[in-house]
């Protein structure tokens, strides 16, 4: 690996975008496993997908509804289960 002084300020800002978006990925990871395993992945959280979301909830065997109860507003749960229900169609 070259000296930060031998490297463009292409390369170096390349480097550190790579670490920072690594970490970041490395964070959302982590975030999602500690929902999980605590019973609750929120749909609204950053770098969930709904797939994730509806496995946790079809693993979870309960609707949507009763698996956001007591998490997210009413309005967000319906509009989720409309977004959900689209998706499908």
Not at 9 to 25: D, F, N, S, Y
Not at 41 to 64: C, H, M, R, W
Not at 65 to 70: D, F, H, I
Request: charged share 45%.
């Amino acid at each position: 690996m070259a000296e930060a002084k031998d490297k463009t300020i292409e390369e170096q800002r390349h480097e550190a975008l790579t670490a920072e978006i690594t970490a970041k990925k490395k964070e959302i990871k982590e975030r999602k496993a500690e929902e999980i395993k605590e019973g609750f992945l929120n749909p609204l959280g950053e770098g969930t997908s709904y797939a994730e979301f509806q496995k946790a909830v079809a693993d979870s065997k309960k609707s949507i509804a009763e698996y956001c109860k007591g998490k997210l507003e009413k309005a967000t749960i319906e509009w989720i289960e409309n977004e959900i229900k689209q998706i499908k169609e």
